[in-house]
């Protein structure tokens, strides 16, 4: 697949941050995703905190796994590091980069099927081991490359396009991350724009493992009547899809939702997804609290969003194991070969 840049020349009095860079330095090429999906929303959202930050582009490494989720790096930080890893694998891929140089800032950018099924140990090892990354969970409760299959996060009793039942229990990632020992947990849904972005920015700067679930609406295969990942039921459900794999473009679905309140989004399809945006009341420093309130308001058919939980003072995986300052690719051979002399020392002390 071919993946066009989008042209260099820009507005001569386009705002600069800074660093001296414009929101266009930190774009990447156009998006080939389905015009309308959530995932273009979350792009927007990663550049526009990275621009805010005052990110250097050449000092974040964006990694990713396989799904529509996974291709969305291409269409952000086009100057940044990149790797696309296997189905599933890119939490080890990128916990092994960070451990070589944890100089850089990382962002792993996943989907519901590459880290709640076939990823699910390598997401639970990279967040236990605290590895500090910002891990981002584009999550649409289908597999939307192979025509719309239940994906592990789709809730029991939600439908298909044919109107087929799912009865199979959902994987939280949120409230695995929440047991697994994250230190800064979040949700949103991609058209919250407001909200998403403040906790991308966040969960950049934060040391340690730092999770977003983001609720990322399918409009091909999981925006109808009877899906709980759609846009009306994250605002209520939308007419199954016909056979044909044209689709027709659709606006972008926006939300400006006001903190403890409950919203009713309509997605595309008609589904009705139904928001719960959490209250300046609420301690995002209370670990047991949040699972309590993660699970009273689920009884409720409620998706909490917003800050969850945080440890502000958080350690991450080079602190536990007390690595090097320097990062390891930089070690020359002088230090990473200490000679014959150092092996048989550390030998002698493990007899």
């Excluded at 001569?12 to 941050?17: F, G, K, R, S, T």
């Excluded at 590895?131 to 994906?151: D, P, R, W």
């Excluded at 659709?250 to 959490?278: A, M, N, Y």
Aim: glycine content about 10%; aromatic content about 6%; charged content about 20%.
């Amino acid at each position: 697949m071919t993946f066009l840049p989008k042209p260099r020349l820009h507005h001569p009095d386009l705002a600069a941050n800074e660093l001296g860079f414009t929101r266009r330095d930190y774009e990447g090429s156009i998006s080939t995703l389905c015009a309308g999906c959530g995932h273009d929303s979350i792009s927007a959202a990663i550049i526009r905190a990275c621009y805010e930050l005052n990110l250097p582009p050449h000092r974040i490494a964006k990694l990713s796994g396989i799904g529509c989720s996974s291709k969305t790096p291409t269409y952000f930080l086009g100057n940044s590091h990149g790797f696309n890893s296997v189905h599933g694998r890119m939490p080890s891929v990128l916990t092994g980069a960070n451990l070589a140089n944890r100089d850089l800032i990382y962002l792993g950018v996943s989907g519901d099927g590459d880290s709640a099924s076939i990823g699910l140990g390598q997401f639970a090892h990279a967040i236990r081991r605290a590895v500090n990354m910002c891990y981002i969970v584009e999550n649409n409760g289908v597999y939307g490359l192979t025509k719309g299959q239940f994906s592990a996060t789709a809730d029991r009793g939600a439908t298909n396009k044919r109107g087929v039942a799912n009865q199979d229990q959902p994987i939280d990632l949120v409230s695995m991350a929440l047991q697994l020992g994250a230190t800064y947990v979040g949700r949103s849904f991609s058209g919250d724009k407001g909200q998403l972005v403040p906790l991308i920015k966040g969960a950049l700067s934060h040391r340690g493992a730092a999770f977003i679930d983001c609720i990322s609406p399918c409009i091909a295969f999981n925006n109808h009547q009877g899906s709980t990942k759609s846009f009306d039921y994250v605002r209520e459900h939308n007419e199954a899809m016909n056979a044909l794999d044209v689709l027709t473009g659709r606006d972008e679905i926006t939300l400006d939702q006001e903190p403890g309140t409950v919203e009713v989004v309509r997605q595309h399809d008609g589904s009705l997804l139904k928001l719960r945006k959490l209250d300046a009341a609420y301690d995002p420093t209370d670990r047991i609290g949040a699972m309590n309130f993660l699970q009273t308001h689920h009884a409720r058919g409620e998706i909490v969003t917003g800050l969850l939980y945080v440890d502000p003072d958080a350690e991450d995986m080079h602190g536990f194991h007390e690595t090097v300052d320097t990062p390891l690719n930089a070690l020359d051979d002088a230090v990473l070969c200490p000679g014959s002399a150092a092996l048989d020392k550390i030998n002698a002390s493990l007899r």
